[in-house]
């Protein structure tokens, strides 16, 4: 006679085990980075030369002089970098729910796609803004947001590392955060204040204009989810504005006068 394997039960656990989860999906993801971000300005901050005249590079060449073996290794680190979002999305699925519950899904492409437009060209020029006066007081670091090297898989590689970031900064941060924070019985403002200083704290290795400047822009993100129920907008907006950013640094570095280069 043959025993049965025990099946695991799903749905949804108790608060204690939903806050160990979290912590567990941040200090695999986002919250490491944040640290990493803390201890790398920590050390910008000592280093005998002022903030602006160091560079922190976003995008840079995994191995110089060597393309090919340079491609694969960006691919590598996109790939790997939306792990924790399949494991986001294979947490819900033990819920009993799916990344839909977010509003992660196709199912109005081009409503997204145009609010998500909306918002980048709303915030885009405003943290452009921020990032030229914060750099050029001596708060923030000079960014070069792309270090790679001048071959044909530039472009399309920035794009794909911005469609990275967005994913998995939106899915964790904004969808997977204010759920389950939500199911642990935070306040709304509660809520906002958590995920706009996590979004703020990655970004510290830019600088005070970097936190500054995300922190804002989370809160506004998680206005607008908490008004659509939907993180896809976002993602849009969020994948938007680095593209720009990466491509158009690419593009422009060195070509004209009012953009801060290494």
């Not at 659509?228 to 938007?240: D, Q, T």
């Not at 680095?242 to 640094?249: E, H, L, Q």
């Amino acid at each position: 006679m043959t025993t049965r394997p025990t099946v695991p039960e799903t749905g949804r656990p108790d608060r204690r085990l939903l806050g160990v989860e979290l912590l567990i999906v941040l200090g695999l993801s986002l919250g490491a980075s944040g640290i990493s971000a803390l201890i790398s300005f920590a050390g910008s901050l000592t280093e005998p030369v002022r903030l602006g005249q160091q560079v922190a590079t976003l995008n840079g060449s995994r191995a110089p002089g060597r393309p090919w073996l340079d491609l694969v290794w960006q691919l590598y680190s996109i790939a790997r970098g939306l792990m924790p979002v399949v494991l986001v999305g294979y947490l819900l699925v033990r819920e009993g729910v799916t990344l839909r519950v977010l509003g992660f899904d196709l199912r109005e492409k081009l409503r997204d796609l145009g609010r998500g437009a909306g918002v980048a060209a709303a915030i885009g020029g405003s943290g452009l803004v921020l990032y030229l006066v914060s750099q050029a007081a001596g708060f923030n670091l000079t960014v070069a947001p792309s270090g790679l090297p001048d071959v044909w898989w530039r472009v399309p590689v920035l794009v794909l590392s911005a469609w990275q970031n967005a994913i998995l900064e939106e899915v964790v941060v904004l969808g997977y955060l204010l759920r389950r924070l939500g199911q642990q019985g935070w306040s709304w403002p509660a809520v906002v204040v958590a995920s706009s200083v996590l979004r703020g704290s990655y970004h510290l290795y830019q600088g005070v204009g970097g936190l500054v400047g995300n922190m804002v822009m989370g809160a506004v993100f998680c206005l607008l989810y908490r008004r659509w129920g939907r993180v896809m907008p976002l993602v849009a907006a969020h994948a938007l504005i680095d593209t720009v950013a990466f491509v158009g640094y690419a593009l422009l570095a060195g070509h004209v006068s009012w953009l801060p280069t290494p």
